[in-house]
């Protein structure tokens, strides 16, 4: 068989196009129509033909593959595979325990992640200068490297110049990086409900921290300039898009006002960007409004896939030296491999076509959380991982934490996010990407809200 001759036969139905897709390959394979050897149309021959994304046909050739139908070849094209009498597929079952725990981006089976590292990982291994790729490489990122960093930050609105960018290990290994630069006896300023990788670094450093308190706009520049005139920290770490664990979207006005108190104290700003990808037209970062005094931290893993593990951080350009030296004491060189497909993807744009596919399964994943949960309030949007559920006064988060893991349902308790210890707020910051699918997660989520039961009489959703 040609290339182009193959068409698929389409059954309408209410699922996704890229299963229709591999459904009407499988019957095909099956009825004879397809043999062992065949050769597929390309990608780009079957979107035009079926008038799908080029994206839905990646997705359905990726599943299709997993499933043993077909193989691929680079530089040959995608066959038929030839399947022994008495093969068939039989997907994996869910695994026993729901976790609902950790923020990571949302992966289904067939992922497009997974499809395009598979073939990233192909490509590098047929490259004629891979032994460049194999030993160590500039402790900040090579310049082509720091160009796609800017080009990805610029992509949430950081404007950055190859000289302002850093590549780190994700944003985890930023913040390691950045506050070991910038600490000091004063100590750090953090939200009073803030990410706990920022927690754990101000341990490791030794740095006390200083809570500021939020509403539900974010954090509250009066607060803010309260914790500055009490404290000598002069050293502010926090979230103002998709904020980890409120969801919180900080509103141009209030990040205005922030800045106004960190130029009126001399505050440098460390913002954690690393959700930031994900809301579409979200405001302004703090690095637009004071790029002078602001170290933004951004990744990859987040918002395009979690195995690569690859971040960038935006500073003021005369922090670029001291930065080379704290990712040589810290790492001394990243992974070149991993950097290099980070670099292939942000310039080709793959980088942005997963990150949107990462938003529309959030939105996907958001939206079965609203019905699921329907009558028990929390707080979220619709490009969130994440919900942020307070509680109300006659149920205790904790004892909900206990009944739902004695039901094989994981929940991040609050506390790990308190940054006054002992003072957790009595709420559940519930993850709604962890879950290896949608039917997985509507399970997990079933269970806790039967354990949560008719907490509020009106069915309600803050926003």
Same mark, same amino acid.
Request: glycine share 10%; net charge positive; charged share 20%.
């Given at each position: 068989m040609s290339r182009s001759t193959?068409?698929?036969?389409?059954?309408?139905?209410? =699922?996704?196009? $890229?299963?229709?897709?591999?459904? %009407?390959l499988s019957a095909d394979i099956s009825s004879g129509?397809?043999?062992?050897?065949?050769? #597929?149309?390309? !990608?780009?021959?079957?979107?035009?033909?079926? =008038?799908?994304?080029?994206?839905?046909v990646t997705r359905a050739y990726a599943e299709a593959e997993r499933r043993g139908l077909i193989w691929s070849q680079v530089g040959n094209g995608t066959f038929v595979k030839n399947l022994r009498e008495g093969d068939h597929y039989s997907p994996q079952p869910d695994r026993l325990r729901i976790d609902l725990g950790p923020t990571a981006a949302p992966l289904v089976p067939g992922d497009l992640g997974h499809l395009a590292l598979a073939a990233a990982l192909r490509r590098l291994g047929e490259r004629a200068d891979l032994t460049g790729l194999s030993g160590y490489q500039a402790h900040a990122g090579t310049e082509a490297q720091r160009s796609a960093g800017a080009r990805w930050l610029s992509l949430a609105g950081v404007a950055a110049t190859t000289e302002e960018v850093t590549v780190c290990g994700?944003?985890? !290994? %930023?913040?390691?990086?950045? #506050?070991?630069? #910038?600490?000091?006896? =004063?100590?750090?300023?953090?939200?009073?409900?803030? $990410?706990?990788g920022v927690l754990a670094t101000a341990e490791w450093l030794r740095l006390p921290t200083h809570p500021v308190a939020l509403d539900a706009e974010g954090l509250i520049p009066e607060a803010l300039a309260e914790a500055c005139r009490k404290s000598e920290a002069r050293v502010l770490y926090c979230t103002p898009t998709n904020h980890n664990p409120t969801t919180t979207i900080m509103p141009l006005k209030r990040r205005q006002a922030l800045v106004e108190v960190c130029r009126e104290f001399d505050v440098t700003i460390v913002e954690n960007g690393a959700l930031a990808p994900l809301v579409d037209k979200a405001p302004p970062p703090l690095a637009a409004l004071a790029p002078e005094r602001t170290y933004h931290l951004g990744s990859l893993?987040? %918002?395009?896939?979690?195995?690569?593990?690859? =971040? $960038?951080i935006r500073a003021p350009v005369e922090s670029r030296k001291a930065l080379e030296h704290a990712a040589a004491a810290t790492v001394w060189s990243g992974s070149a491999l991993l950097t290099e497909i980070a670099t292939q993807w942000v310039t080709d744009g793959t980088a942005e076509s997963l990150r949107d596919a990462r938003r529309v399964e959030a939105t996907a994943r958001q939206a079965l959380a609203a019905r699921v949960l329907k009558g028990h309030p929390y707080v979220a949007h619709d490009r969130a991982y994440f919900l942020w559920m307070p509680l109300p006064g006659h149920r205790r988060a904790t004892e909900l934490v206990e009944q739902a893991a004695a039901h094989d349902v994981l929940i991040g308790p609050s506390h790990l996010f308190a940054a006054r210890p002992g003072q957790a707020p009595n709420a559940l910051r519930v993850s709604l990407g962890a879950a290896s699918s949608r039917a997985e997660l509507e399970r997990g989520l079933k269970t806790l809200a039967s354990l949560l039961g008719a907490t509020s009489p009106t069915p309600r959703r803050l926003v």
């Open positions: 193959w068409k698929p036969r389409l059954k309408r139905s209410g =699922g996704p196009l $890229y299963a229709a897709l591999v459904d %009407a129509r397809l043999r062992a050897g065949d050769r #597929l149309p390309t !990608h780009r021959e079957l979107a035009s033909t079926t =008038g799908a994304s080029l994206g839905t994700g944003a985890q !290994h %930023a913040t390691l990086m950045v #506050l070991s630069l #910038l600490a000091n006896p =004063g100590g750090l300023l953090v939200e009073d409900i803030t $990410y706990p893993s987040k %918002a395009v896939l979690p195995a690569l593990r690859v =971040g $960038y």
